[in-house]
C-alpha cells in the first residue's frame, strides 16, 4: 500500500473513468455470449469499486483543495484541457457511484435481450458519470455530461416499459435543451475571460478569475442552471423524470434516480456556484424556493400515484428538493447535509427501485392496487422495503436522516422559514411512503400467489445496501469527514 | 443613331421574348426566341463585341435553340392543350418580383451615378478576345472542352432507348 | 460500574429486538420468548445496578460521535439522572410484566417473531427517549416509539384497517414530531447545541418570545405522542394492535412520553406562564374531552383508552401547574393501574370471545377466574380515584397544584379536573358493571386464559393501589419521597394550608363516590346504549376524525390530485405536448411546402429571390445615395 | 454611342424577369429550359455591356465560355427531356412528382 | 498556363486524364472490377500527388489557387472521389452501369469539386461549379431502370439550370460593377468605403441565390430530399456532401482571401441562416424515410455552416473548414450505411425498412447511430467539435441570435435522429436481412467511423492543419 501511495502521478482518476469504458468495449467484443459479458461486467465494475474504496481509504483525507488532481492538453486551439480533479465531494460521489453500479450490474444478470449491449451500456454510463463528477474543464465535463445521456437513453428506449419510447425521447431532449444552454452560455463565459485575460481556456479554475458585468454574469449562470436544474429536477423541470423513471428497465432505474440525478446538483456545486459567485447570491432564495416548491409538489404528486415506480420518481424529487434547500442555505452544515443526503438518497431509493424490480419480476405488476400483503408472501423481500422505505422517509438512526437533519439544521441557522416549512414536508413524506407501504406489504394479499422470496443474487445486492443505510444512519462521520475541507472552501471562495 | 438602334433592337428584344414565353406553341416559342436572340447578337455588336454577337447568332440561335427546335419536333410536342392556368399563387411571386426589380432598376438609375454613366465607345477585335481566350484563359477553354466531353457522355447515357420493359 | 455500561439499558432491548427480528422464527419459539423477556428484564435489572448513578447531577455515558458539522457535534449520549431513572425503572418494569403477559397472549399467533422484536423495539426507543442525553437522540427515540406504534397497532397487517390505523398512528403523532422537530432546528440555532441540559441552562437568556414559541412547539410536539387535543385522534384507533401493546403504548411508553418531555424541558417551559397555561389548558381540555367521550364507548378498549387520553390530560396539568414531581407520580400510578386495566381487559375479551363490546358481555365475573374480577376492580379503583388508592393521591396532588395556582385561572382548569374526575369515576363503574355485572348478553364462546396472562397482573394491581406510598402527601403522613427525590427537578413547591388540603381530599372522595353511585345507579341493571345524537357525538370523539377528513385529509388528498393530474399531467405535459406539437404542425408545414412539384420547387425559388430583392430593395431606400 | 451604362442593365434585368417568368409560368420542361436561356442570355448582355464599359475582354469571354457551357447544359437537358418523354410520355414538369414531402 | 502551371495542376489532371482513360477503356473493356479499381486508385494517386507535390506557384492560370488549401481540399475530394466509388461499386455492378462512365463521372466530378474549393476566379468558380454538377446531372439519372432516379434528375437539373441562371446574372452584376472577375478584388471592388455598391450587393445577392440552391439553403432547399431520395445512395453520398462541401470551401476560401466583404449581406446571410437551419431541422422531423431525413439534416447543417461563414473571422472560417470535412465524413459516412444495405429489394429508406434493423446487423446500424449521433452534435464524435467550433465563433462575433436558432435546431435535430436510433433497435420482429455488404463498403464505413471517433477526440489534428493552410 504504501508502493503505491508512494506513487502520486498515478493517474488514478483516469482510470476510474477509463476502466468502465474498456468493460464495455470488451462487453461489445464478446456480444452473442451473454455469460462472458455478465462476469465482464461484474469485473469491471467491481474493479472500479476497489480503485473507488483505494482513493476513499487512501486519498480521502488530503490537505488542500484537492485530494487527486490530473492535467493535460488535450485540444489546446480551444484552451481545453484534460483535467480530472477530485475534492471529497467528488470522491463521495465517485464511492456512489461505484458502489451503485456493482447494484445496477446484479440487477441487470437476468436481462435476456441484447445482453452485451446492455451491460456496456451501463458501463458506458459509469464511466459517464465518473466523468461528471471529475471532470474539472467545461468541455471536458459537457462532453461526460452529455455522453451520459446517451446510454440511459438507449436502455430506456430499447429495454424499457411500454410507453419507453416516449418517455426515451422525453427525457434525452429534456434534458439537452437545458445542457445547450449551458454550452452557449459555456463558450460565452470563455470569450469573455479570454478576452479580458487572453488566455482562452475552459479550465474551470481559471474561469473563476474572470471579471464578470452583473447582467454578463446573470445571464450566463441561467444558462448553466437551466442544464442543472433540469437534470436535478427542480420543479416545474421534472416531468421528463417521472416518465423515464417509470419506463426505464430495472438496472436504468437505478442509475438514473442513484446517479444521474445527482449530476444535476453536483453540476450546481462544482461548477455554476463557484463560477458565478453575486448571480448565486441573488438567485439563491429564488433557488430555495423552487425547492420548497418542489418538495411539496412531488410529495403531494407523489401520494397520489398508483404505479410504485411512479411514486417513488416523485419521492426523488421530493427528496432532491430537500438537497437543493440545503444548498440554497449556503451555510456549512446544511451543505454537508445536502452532499450526505444525496448519497444517503441515492442508496435508500436506489434500493427501493430494486425492489420494486423485484416486486414486479415476481408480481408482473407494479400498481398498488394490485399489490399488497406481500409481508406473509415474501418476508424478506417485504422486510427490506420496509426498512428502505423508513429510511426514506427519514426515520432516525436510517440514512436519510443524517443527511435531512444536518440540512435542516444548517438551513436554520439563516432561513428558519425554510427549514420550518421544508419540516413540515417530512409529514407528507410520511403520508406517501407509509401509503407505499401500506399497498404493496400490508393489507391482505392482492392474490394468493406463491412467490419465491430472495435469491442469494438479490440478498447480495440488498444486503449491503441495508447495512450501509444502517451505518450511514448511525456513523456518518467517515463520509462526512472528507467533506469538511472541500465545502468549506466552496462556501467561502464561492459568495462575495 | 447607334443610341436609338440600340434601344430598338432592345425593344425587338423584349418583345419577342415576351412573344416567345406566351406562346402555347413551342415552335413558335422557340421561333420568337430566335428573332429575339439576333436582336441580341446585334446588341452585342453596338456594345463592341462582334464575336461575341456573331457567336451569339451561330451557337445560340443557330446550334442551341435549332436543337431545341429539333427535340421538340422530334418529339412531336403538340401546342399545350390545356391552357396553363397560372393560378395567382403563380402570378404573386412574378408580380412581386417585377416591381421590385423595377424599383430597384429605377432606383438603380436615378440614384448610382455609375449608372448614369455612358459606355464608352468600344470595339474588341476577334484577334484580341482569341488571343485572351487561348492565353490568360486557356485553362478555362480546357474546362469548357472537357465539359462538353461530359455532356456528350451524359447526353449518350441518357438518350440510348430505355432498356427492355422499362419504359413507362 | 463503569458509566458508559449505562447504554446496556436500552442496547439490550434493542439486542434481543434484532436477535428476534433476524432469527426469531428461525429458532424455537421458546428462544423468542426468553430472548424477548430477559431483554426487558435484564434492563430493569441493570437499572436497578445502575440506580446509584442517577443521584446527584446524574450520569452522563458518550458512545460515539453521530454528526459531525461545523458547530454541530452531536454523539450518542445518555444522561441517566433522577428525572430518568424512575422512569426506566418503571417502562422497563411495567414492560416486564407485559412481555411476560404477551408471551401468554401471542401463544397461538405465528408471527411471534416479528412482534416480540417490535416489543422490544418499542421499549428501546422509548428508554431512548428516556435516557436520551440531547435532543437529537431523543428525537431518535421519539420517531422510534412511533414506527414501533406504527408496525404494533398495524400488526395484523391482513386487516386493512388494523394497517391503516398504524399508519394514522404514525402519521399524527408525525405531526406532533414535526413541531418538536422545529423546536430542535430552533434550539440549535439559538443555544449552538443541542444537548437538553445545556438548553436547559441557556434558557435564561432566551428571549421571552421565543421561550413562549419554543415551549408552545414542545408542547404540540408532546400532544403527537401524547394524544393530546388536538393531535388526539390515533390513540382510540390505535386499540386495533393486539393488546399487550395496548397496555404498553398506554401505561409504559409513547403516551407518557409527552409528559416526559414537558418535565425535560421543565426549566425551559416553566420559564413562560402563557406556556404554562396553554400546557394546562391543553391537558385540561383533553381531560374533560377524552372523559366525555369514554362515557359513550361501546369497545372496552376504547373506553380505556379514552380513558388514558383523559389522565395524561391530568399529568399535562400538572406540569402546567408547575409540578414535575406530581406529573411524574401521576404518570408512574397510572402506569401501574393502566396496564392493569388494559390487560385485564384482554383477558376479558378472551373471556368474551374476542367480543370488544361492552354491551355483548356482562357476567363475566362469575364466568371466568374470579380474580380477574378482582384485579380489573382494582386498577378501576385507581382510575376512579377512590380514597386511599394511589391514582387518588396522584390525582389528588394535581387538583391541589392546581387550586392553589397563584393565577386565578388555573381554578377553572381545576374545577374541569374536578369535573373530568366525576365523568372518569362514573364512566369506570359503567365499565366494571356492564363487564361485570348482570348476565352474560354475548354469544361468543370464552377462550382459556393462559396463565401467564393471569400473574402479571397481580404485582400491577398491588402497584397501583399502593402506588400512593410513593409521594404520600406530608399531611397525611407521607414522606413526600417522589418529590424529594426530584429535588431540584421537582418544579413548583406546592403548599396550602392542611384545611384546604383536607377539603380537597374530601371533594375528591365525594366526586369518586358520587361518580360510583350515578354508574351504580344507571348500570345496576343491564340497559342497553343510548342512541341519541350526543351519545353519537361522544361515541365518534367529538366527531374529530370527521373534522380531520375535511379539513386535513380531503384538502391533502384534492391537492395531491391537482398536483399530480392537474399540475403535471396536464399543465406541464401539457405545456410540453403543446409545444411538441406545435413543433411538429410547423414540421408539416414545411413538410407540406415540398410537394413534390417542380412549379412549387420554382416558385420557392422565386421567393427566395423576392427575399434577396426586397432587402435589396431596403438597403437602397436607407443607403441613399451609393 | 450614348448609352447610360444604366439602360443597358435595365434592359438586361427586364430580359432577365422575362426568362425567369417564362420559368415559372409554363409547365413544360422544354419552355422551362427556354426560359433558363433567357436568362443566361440577359447574364450575357449585362457581360458584354460591363466589357464594354470597363474596356475589358474579360466580360466578352465570359459571355463566350458560357454560350459553351451552356451548349453542354442543354445537350444534357435535352437528352433528359427525351428520356423523360420516353418513360412517360409527357414534359409536364408536375407530373413528375413520385416523391414529395 | 506554363509548364509550372501544369505541375500544380497535378492532382487535377491526374483525375480529369485517369477518368478519360478510364472512360476509353470502358468503351472496350466491360469488365467493372478492374475499371473500378483503376477509378480508385486515379483518385488515391490524385489524392498523393495533392500532398506531396510542392506547387511552384501560388495560383493556376489565376483562376485557381494552388495553396495548401486548395490542396487541402483537393485531397479530400480524391479521398471522397475513392469513397464513392468503393461504395458504389456494388451498385454499377448490379445495375449493370458502364463503369467507365460512372468512374470518369465521379472522377471528373472530384475535380470539379477540387477546382471550385480553390477557386480564386469567378469565371473559374463558375466553370468549376458546372463542372461537378453537369456530372451530378447524369449520375443522379445514371439508373434507367428507376423511375425515381429520372425524376430526381430532372428535377436537380432544372432546378440547377434556373439556379445557373440566377449565377451567370449575379457574376455579371458583379463585373459590371467592379470591372474584374478575379475574386478578393472583385469582391473588394464591389465595396466602397466599406459598403457594397448597389449593383454588387445585388449580383452578391444573386450568387448567393445560386450558392444558396447548390448548398440547400431555405428557401432554395426544396429539391434536395426529393433528389437525395431518387438518387442512387452512392451518388446521394457524393452530391451531400463534395457538393455541398466544395461549394461551402470555395466560400471560405474567398472570405479568408479578401477579409470581411459581406458587411451588407450579413442581414440577409443571417436571415437565410436561421431560415435554414429552422426549415431543416423542422422539414426532417416530418419524415417517414431516412434519406430525406438526411436530405433535411443537411439542409440543417448548411444553415449552420452558413452561421459559420457569416462570423467571417478567422475562427469562424476555421471552424467552417472544420465542419465541412466533418460533415462530409459523418454524411458519407450515412449514405455508405444506406448503400451496404441495398439489395435486390432496393436501398432501404422508409422507416419501416429500418424497423429492427439493428438486431440484424448491428455494427452497420451502430455505425450509423454513431453518425447520426455525430450529426446531431453528440460531444465525443466530431459533430459536437464541429458544432462547437462554429458556435463558439459565432458567439465571438455576436451572434447570439443565430446561437439559440441553432440550439434550437440542433434540439429538433436530436429528436429526429434518436427517432431514427430507436427505430433501428425496436424490437417487435427482427427486420428481414438485407445485403451483407461488400468488403470496400465496410473500409469507407471503418474510415468514417474511425474518423469521426478520432475528430471527435482529438479535434486538434485537424484544427491544427486548418489553422495552418487557411489563407
Same mark, same amino acid.
Given at each position: ?14 482510470? *476510474? ?190 474561469? *473563476? ?117 440545503? *444548498? ?47 409481508w406473509?408472501?415474501?418476508p424478506?423481500?417485504?422486510f427490506?422495503?420496509l426498512l428502505?422505505?423508513l429510511?426514506?422517509?427519514?426515520l432516525p438512526g436510517l440514512?436519510?436522516f ?64 441495508a447495512?450501509?443505510?444502517v451505518?450511514?444512519g448511525l ?22 | ?168 | 460500574m463503569n458509566h458508559s455500561l449505562l447504554f446496556l439499558i436500552p442496547l439490550l432491548p434493542l439486542f434481543c429486538a434484532v436477535i428476534n427480528l433476524l432469527f426469531g422464527m428461525r429458532l424455537p419459539r421458546l428462544f423468542a420468548e426468553v430472548m424477548a423477556v430477559t431483554g426487558v428484564a435484564g434492563a430493569f435489572v441493570l437499572t436497578l445496578i445502575f440506580w446509584g448513578h442517577a443521584e446527584?447531577?446524574g450520569t452522563r455515558a458518550v458512545l460515539f460521535?453521530w ?8 454523539s450518542f449520549a445518555l444522561n441517566f439522572d433522577r428525572l430518568a431513572a424512575p422512569m426506566t425503572l418503571m417502562v422497563t418494569g411495567v414492560a416486564t410484566l407485559i412481555h411476560l403477559y404477551a408471551v401468554g397472549y401471542m401463544h397461538e399467533d405465528d408471527d411471534y417473531g416479528r412482534f416480540f422484536a417490535l416489543l422490544n423495539l418499542f421499549v428501546f426507543a422509548m428508554l431512548v427517549i428516556v435516557l436520551a442525553d440531547n435532543l437529537l437522540v431523543l428525537f431518535l427515540g421519539w420517531e422510534g416509539v412511533g414506527l414501533c406504534s406504527y408496525g404494533l397497532i398495524g400488526f395484523w397487517y391482513?386487516?386493512?384497517?388494523n394497517a391503516?390505523a398504524g399508519?394514522?398512528a404514525f402519521?399524527?403523532t408525525r405531526?406532533g414530531d414535526?413541531?418538536l ?15 437538553i ?25 408532546a400532544?403527537g405522542k401524547s394524544a ?6 390515533w390513540l382510540?384507533d390505535a386499540m386495533a394492535g393486539p393488546t399487550p401493546v395496548s397496555a404498553l403504548i398506554h401505561a409504559a411508553t409513547m403516551v407518557t412520553a409527552g409528559v416526559y418531555l414537558l418535565c425535560r ?35 372496552i378498549k376504547?373506553?380505556l383508552a379514552?380513558s388514558t387520553m383523559?389522565q395524561v390530560?391530568?399529568m ?8 414535575v414531581?406530581?406529573a411524574m407520580f401521576h404518570l408512574l400510578t397510572h402506569a401501574f393501574f393502566k396496564a392493569v386495566l388494559f390487560m385485564a381487559a384482554g383477558c376479558v375479551i378472551h ?18 377466574p374470579?380474580e380477574l374480577?378482582?384485579v380489573f376492580?382494582a386498577g378501576?379503583?385507581c382510575l ?6 394511589g391514582g387518588?393521591?396522584s ?52 377462550h382459556a386464559i393462559p396463565l401467564l396472562m393471569r400473574w402479571p397482573l397481580w404485582p400491577l394491581a398491588l402497584l397501583g393501589l399502593a402506588g400512593g406510598l410513593l409521594n ?9 419521597r417522589l418529590?424529594?427525590w426530584y429535588?431540584?427537578l ?137 | ?101 | ?94 445495375? !449493370? ?147 455541398? !462541401? ?133 460531444? !465525443? ?24 436558432? !441553432? ?65
Amino acid at each position: 500500500m504504501t508502493m503505491l501511495a508512494s506513487l502520486p502521478q498515478f493517474p488514478w482518476l483516469s482510470l *476510474l473513468v477509463l476502466l468502465p469504458l474498456g468493460g464495455a468495449l470488451l462487453c461489445l467484443l464478446h456480444s452473442g455470449r451473454a455469460a462472458e459479458c455478465r462476469a465482464l461486467a461484474l469485473a469491471t465494475s467491481l474493479a472500479v469499486f476497489g480503485v473507488a474504496l483505494y482513493l476513499f481509504v487512501c486519498h480521502g483525507q488530503g490537505e488542500g483543495r484537492w485530494l487527486l488532481y490530473e492535467d493535460s492538453a488535450w485540444i489546446s486551439r480551444y484552451g481545453i484541457r484534460y483535467v480530472l480533479a477530485m475534492d471529497g465531494i467528488a470522491l463521495l460521489m465517485v464511492l456512489l457511484t461505484a458502489f451503485m453500479q456493482l447494484a445496477a450490474i446484479l440487477l441487470a444478470w437476468k436481462v435476456e435481450r441484447q445482453v452485451a449491449s446492455f451491460f456496456a451500456l451501463l458501463l458506458l454510463l459509469e464511466s459517464g458519470l465518473m466523468g461528471i463528477f471529475l471532470a474539472y474543464d467545461l468541455v471536458f465535463f459537457y462532453l461526460f455530461w452529455e455522453v451520459a445521456l446517451i446510454p440511459m437513453f438507449f436502455l430506456i428506449s430499447i429495454w424499457g416499459g411500454v410507453n419507453r419510447r416516449r418517455a426515451a425521447l422525453k427525457f434525452f431532449l429534456y434534458t439537452l435543451v437545458g445542457s445547450f444552454f449551458m454550452l452557449v452560455a459555456m463558450i460565452a463565459l470563455y470569450q469573455i475571460h479570454g478576452g479580458q485575460t487572453g488566455v482562452y481556456t475552459f479550465v474551470i479554475g481559471e474561469l *473563476l478569475q474572470t471579471r464578470l458585468t452583473a447582467t454578463q454574469e446573470g445571464w450566463l449562470f441561467a444558462g448553466f442552471l437551466a442544464a442543472f436544474i433540469v437534470k436535478s429536477p427542480l420543479v416545474p423541470f421534472h416531468t421528463w423524470l417521472t416518465d423515464a423513471l417509470t419506463e426505464a428497465p430495472a438496472a436504468g432505474s437505478l442509475d438514473l434516480t442513484g446517479l444521474l440525478l445527482k449530476t444535476g446538483i453536483y453540476g450546481l456545486i462544482r461548477v455554476a456556484f463557484p463560477l458565478f459567485p453575486n448571480a448565486t447570491a441573488n438567485f439563491l432564495p429564488i433557488l430555495g424556493v423552487l425547492a420548497l416548491v418542489g418538495l411539496f409538489h412531488a410529495a403531494w404528486s407523489a401520494y397520489h400515484q398508483d404505479d410504485i415506480k411512479r411514486l417513488l420518481a416523485y419521492s426523488s424529487i421530493s427528496h432532491l428538493g430537500l438537497v437543493v434547500l440545503g *444548498l440554497a442555505a449556503w451555510q456549512l452544515t446544511a451543505w454537508e447535509g445536502s452532499i450526505l443526503l444525496m448519497v444517503t438518497h441515492g442508496i435508500t431509493t436506489g434500493a427501493l427501485f430494486i425492489l420494486v424490480a423485484l416486486i414486479r419480476e415476481r408480481t408482473a405488476t407494479r400498481s398498488m392496487q394490485e399489490l399488497g400483503g406481500l409481508w406473509g408472501q415474501v418476508p424478506c423481500l417485504a422486510f427490506f422495503f420496509l426498512l428502505f422505505s423508513l429510511a426514506s422517509l427519514g426515520l432516525p438512526g436510517l440514512a436519510n436522516f443524517a443527511g435531512e437533519i444536518l440540512v435542516l439544521l444548517g438551513t436554520f441557522q439563516d432561513h428558519p422559514v425554510w427549514a420550518v416549512v421544508a419540516l413540515l414536508g417530512v409529514v407528507f413524506a410520511a403520508a406517501y411512503m407509509l401509503r407505499l407501504i401500506q399497498g404493496v406489504i400490508w393489507g391482505p394479499a392482492a392474490k394468493e400467489r406463491s412467490l419465491p422470496d430472495l435469491t442469494p443474487r438479490e440478498w447480495l445486492m440488498l444486503l449491503p445496501m441495508a447495512l450501509l443505510v444502517v451505518w450511514l444512519g448511525l456513523y456518518p462521520e467517515p463520509f462526512l469527514a472528507p467533506l469538511h475541507g472541500t465545502v468549506a472552501t466552496l462556501l467561502a471562495g464561492g459568495l462575495p | 443613331m447607334t443610341t436609338v438602334l440600340f434601344y430598338i433592337l432592345g425593344f425587338i428584344l423584349l418583345a419577342a421574348t415576351l412573344m416567345c414565353i406566351t406562346r402555347r406553341n413551342p415552335v413558335h416559342a422557340v421561333i420568337y426566341l430566335v428573332a429575339g436572340f439576333f436582336a441580341l447578337a446585334l446588341m452585342f455588336y453596338l456594345l463592341g463585341a462582334p464575336l461575341v454577337a456573331a457567336w451569339e447568332v451561330i451557337v445560340y440561335a443557330g446550334a442551341i435553340m435549332v436543337l431545341f427546335l429539333f427535340i421538340i419536333m422530334m418529339l412531336g410536342l403538340a401546342p399545350q392543350e390545356v391552357p396553363e392556368g397560372p393560378g395567382w399563387q403563380r402570378w404573386l411571386p412574378l408580380v412581386l418580383l417585377s416591381a421590385s426589380l423595377m424599383a430597384c432598376s429605377l432606383l438603380i438609375i436615378l440614384q448610382d451615378p455609375a449608372a448614369g454613366q455612358e459606355i464608352p465607345d468600344f470595339y474588341l477585335a476577334p484577334q484580341a478576345l482569341g488571343e485572351a481566350l487561348f492565353s490568360r484563359y486557356a485553362m478555362a477553354v480546357e474546362m469548357v472542352s472537357f465539359q462538353l466531353l461530359f455532356a456528350t457522355i451524359g447526353a449518350f447515357l441518357l438518350g440510348r432507348p430505355l432498356p427492355k420493359g422499362e419504359d413507362q | 460500574m463503569n458509566h458508559s455500561l449505562l447504554f446496556l439499558i436500552p442496547l439490550l432491548p434493542l439486542f434481543c429486538a434484532v436477535i428476534n427480528l433476524l432469527f426469531g422464527m428461525r429458532l424455537p419459539r421458546l428462544f423468542a420468548e426468553v430472548m424477548a423477556v430477559t431483554g426487558v428484564a435484564g434492563a430493569f435489572v441493570l437499572t436497578l445496578i445502575f440506580w446509584g448513578h442517577a443521584e446527584g447531577e446524574g450520569t452522563r455515558a458518550v458512545l460515539f460521535t453521530w454528526l459531525n458539522s461545523g458547530t454541530l457535534d452531536v454523539s450518542f449520549a445518555l444522561n441517566f439522572d433522577r428525572l430518568a431513572a424512575p422512569m426506566t425503572l418503571m417502562v422497563t418494569g411495567v414492560a416486564t410484566l407485559i412481555h411476560l403477559y404477551a408471551v401468554g397472549y401471542m401463544h397461538e399467533d405465528d408471527d411471534y417473531g416479528r412482534f416480540f422484536a417490535l416489543l422490544n423495539l418499542f421499549v428501546f426507543a422509548m428508554l431512548v427517549i428516556v435516557l436520551a442525553d440531547n435532543l437529537l437522540v431523543l428525537f431518535l427515540g421519539w420517531e422510534g416509539v412511533g414506527l414501533c406504534s406504527y408496525g404494533l397497532i398495524g400488526f395484523w397487517y391482513r386487516k386493512l384497517e388494523n394497517a391503516k390505523a398504524g399508519t394514522k398512528a404514525f402519521l399524527v403523532t408525525r405531526v406532533g414530531d414535526v413541531f418538536l422537530g422545529i423546536a430542535l432546528l430552533w434550539l440549535f440555532a439559538l443555544t449552538g447545541t443541542l444537548s437538553i441540559d445545556a438548553i436547559n441552562d441557556q434558557a435564561a437568556a432566551i428571549p421571552s418570545g421565543v421561550v413562549i414559541a419554543l415551549s408552545l412547539l414542545l408542547l404540540l410536539g408532546a400532544c403527537g405522542k401524547s394524544a393530546q387535543v388536538p393531535l388526539m385522534t390515533w390513540l382510540a384507533d390505535a386499540m386495533a394492535g393486539p393488546t399487550p401493546v395496548s397496555a404498553l403504548i398506554h401505561a409504559a411508553t409513547m403516551v407518557t412520553a409527552g409528559v416526559y418531555l414537558l418535565c425535560r424541558f421543565f426549566p425551559l417551559v416553566s420559564l413562560s406562564a402563557v406556556a404554562m397555561t396553554a400546557i394546562t389548558a391543553i391537558g385540561a381540555l383533553t381531560a374533560i374531552y377524552a372523559a366525555t367521550c369514554a362515557m359513550a364507548q361501546r369497545e372496552i378498549k376504547r373506553v380505556l383508552a379514552y380513558s388514558t387520553m383523559s389522565q395524561v390530560g391530568y399529568m399535562f396539568m400538572a406540569v402546567g401547574a408547575g409540578t414535575v414531581a406530581g406529573a411524574m407520580f401521576h404518570l408512574l400510578t397510572h402506569a401501574f393501574f393502566k396496564a392493569v386495566l388494559f390487560m385485564a381487559a384482554g383477558c376479558v375479551i378472551h373471556l368474551a370471545g374476542d367480543e370488544n363490546d361492552i354491551f355483548k358481555m356482562g357476567g363475566l365475573a362469575r364466568r371466568g377466574p374470579v380474580e380477574l374480577f378482582w384485579v380489573f376492580l382494582a386498577g378501576a379503583v385507581c382510575l376512579a380515584g377512590l380514597p386511599l388508592t394511589g391514582g387518588f393521591f396522584s390525582k389528588d396532588g394535581i387538583l391541589l397544584a392546581l387550586f392553589t395556582h397563584p393565577d386565578p385561572v388555573y381554578r377553572v382548569f381545576w374545577l374541569v379536573g374536578v369535573l373530568t374526575a366525576l365523568l372518569t369515576a362514573f364512566y369506570t363503574f359503567r365499565l366494571v358493571y356492564l363487564v361485570f355485572a348482570g348476565d352474560y348478553r354475548g354469544a361468543g364462546h370464552p377462550h382459556a386464559i393462559p396463565l401467564l396472562m393471569r400473574w402479571p397482573l397481580w404485582p400491577l394491581a398491588l402497584l397501583g393501589l399502593a402506588g400512593g406510598l410513593l409521594n404520600l402527601p406530608a399531611f397525611v403522613g407521607g414522606g413526600e419521597r417522589l418529590h424529594h427525590w426530584y429535588g431540584a427537578l421537582a418544579g413548583r413547591e406546592v403548599s396550602a394550608s392542611h384545611d384546604v388540603e383536607w377539603m380537597l381530599i374530601a371533594l375528591a372522595a365525594a366526586i369518586a363516590a358520587a361518580g360510583w353511585l350515578a354508574a351504580h345507579w344507571r348500570y345496576r341493571s343491564y340497559r342497553p346504549p343510548l342512541e341519541n345524537r350526543a351519545s353519537r357525538f361522544l361515541l365518534s370523539g367529538w366527531q374529530a376524525d370527521a373534522l380531520v377528513d375535511r379539513l386535513f385529509v380531503r384538502p391533502f388528498a384534492a391537492m395531491a390530485r391537482f398536483c399530480s393530474s392537474g399540475c403535471d399531467r396536464t399543465l406541464l405535459d401539457g405545456t410540453l405536448d403543446g409545444l411538441a406539437r406545435l413543433v411538429s404542425s410547423w414540421a408539416s408545414m414545411l413538410v407540406q411546402l415540398t410537394t413534390g412539384r417542380l412549379t412549387t420547387y420554382l416558385s420557392a425559388f422565386a421567393w427566395g429571390f423576392l427575399i434577396v430583392l426586397g432587402w435589396f430593395l431596403i438597403k437602397l431606400v436607407n443607403g441613399g445615395g451609393h | 454611342m450614348t448609352i447610360p451604362f444604366g439602360h443597358a442593365l435595365a434592359f438586361a434585368a427586364a430580359l432577365f424577369v422575362l426568362g425567369l417568368s417564362c420559368v415559372l409560368l409554363r409547365r413544360q420542361i422544354m419552355m422551362i429550359l427556354i426560359g433558363v436561356e433567357i436568362m443566361l442570355n440577359a447574364a450575357s448582355l449585362v457581360f458584354v455591356a460591363a466589357s464594354a464599359y470597363w474596356r475589358q475582354v474579360d466580360g466578352q469571354i465570359f459571355v463566350m465560355l458560357l454560350m459553351a457551357i451552356t451548349a453542354a447544359e442543354v445537350a444534357v437537358a435535352l437528352a433528359m427531356v427525351v428520356y423523360l418523354w420516353r418513360r412517360k410520355r409527357t414534359l409536364v414538369a408536375d407530373e413528375f412528382n413520385g416523391m414529395r414531402g | 498556363m506554363s509548364l509550372l502551371d501544369l505541375l500544380a495542376l497535378l492532382p487535377i489532371l491526374i483525375l480529369a486524364f485517369g477518368g478519360t482513360a478510364i472512360l476509353m477503356a470502358g468503351a472496350w473493356y466491360r469488365e467493372p472490377r478492374p475499371l473500378l479499381a483503376g477509378g480508385v486508385a486515379t483518385a488515391l494517386i490524385a489524392a498523393v500527388a495533392a500532398g506531396m507535390v510542392q506547387p511552384p506557384t501560388a495560383e493556376i492560370a489565376g483562376l485557381f489557387s494552388a495553396g495548401g488549401y486548395a490542396r487541402f481540399f483537393t485531397i479530400l475530394w480524391a479521398l471522397l472521389a475513392a469513397a464513392g466509388l468503393m461504395v458504389a461499386a456494388r451498385y454499377i455492378m448490379e445495375k !449493370g452501369l458502364g463503369a467507365g462512365e460512372y468512374v470518369s463521372l465521379v472522377l471528373y466530378a472530384a475535380a470539379g469539386m477540387a477546382l471550385l474549393s480553390s477557386a480564386i476566379h469567378l469565371l473559374g468558380f463558375f466553370l468549376a461549379l458546372e463542372t461537378f454538377t453537369l456530372a451530378f446531372y447524369i449520375l443522379i439519372a445514371s439508373n434507367r431502370r428507376c423511375a425515381l432516379a429520372a425524376e430526381a434528375g430532372l428535377k436537380y437539373l432544372l432546378m440547377g439550370a434556373v439556379a445557373t441562371g440566377f449565377m451567370a446574372f449575379g457574376i455579371a452584376l458583379i463585373y459590371a460593377v467592379s470591372g474584374t472577375l478575379a475574386l478578393p478584388d472583385a469582391a473588394r471592388l464591389t465595396t466602397t468605403a466599406g459598403e457594397l455598391l448597389p449593383w454588387g450587393l445585388l449580383g452578391w445577392g444573386m450568387v448567393l441565390i445560386a450558392v444558396g440552391f447548390k448548398i440547400s439553403l431555405a428557401p432554395f432547399h426544396l429539391w434536395t430530399p426529393d433528389v437525395y431520395q431518387g438518387a442512387p445512395a452512392p451518388v446521394g453520398g457524393l452530391l451531400a456532401t463534395g457538393s455541398k !462541401g466544395a461549394v461551402v470551401a470555395a466560400l471560405v476560401g474567398l472570405l479568408a482571401m479578401s477579409g470581411p466583404v459581406w458587411h451588407d449581406l450579413t442581414d440577409l446571410l443571417w436571415l437565410l441562416a436561421a431560415l435554414t437551419m429552422l426549415a431543416g431541422s423542422l422539414g426532417a422531423l416530418g419524415q417517414k424515410n431516412l434519406k430525406r431525413l438526411l436530405a433535411y439534416s443537411s439542409v440543417t447543417h448548411m444553415g449552420t455552416l452558413l452561421v459559420g461563414l457569416l462570423c467571417q473571422s478567422s475562427e469562424g472560417l476555421a471552424a467552417t473548414t472544420f465542419y465541412v470535412v466533418v460533415y462530409v465524413l459523418t454524411s458519407l459516412g450515412a449514405f455508405a450505411v444506406i448503400a451496404s444495405l441495398a439489395d435486390e429489394r432496393g436501398e432501404p429508406m422508409a422507416f419501416d425498412e429500418w424497423r429492427g434493423l439493428g438486431h440484424r446487423h448491428p455494427v452497420r446500424c451502430a455505425v450509423l447511430v454513431l453518425v447520426l449521433l455525430s450529426l446531431a452534435g453528440l460531444p !465525443g464524435t466530431a459533430g459536437f467539435m464541429a458544432k462547437f467550433a462554429v458556435f463558439q465563433a459565432a458567439l465571438q462575433s455576436g451572434y447570439l441570435g443565430l446561437v439559440l436558432v !441553432g440550439v434550437f435546431a440542433s434540439v429538433v435535430s436530436f429528436a429526429f435522429y434518436l427517432r431514427v436510433t430507436m427505430l433501428l433497435f425496436q424490437s417487435e420482429e427482427p427486420a428481414s436481412p438485407r445485403h451483407a455488404g461488400t468488403a470496400s463498403e465496410h473500409a469507407v464505413l471503418a474510415a468514417c467511423t474511425a474518423a469521426i471517433l478520432v475528430f471527435g477526440l482529438f479535434p486538434g489534428i485537424l484544427f491544427d492543419l486548418i489553422s495552418r493552410i487557411l489563407p
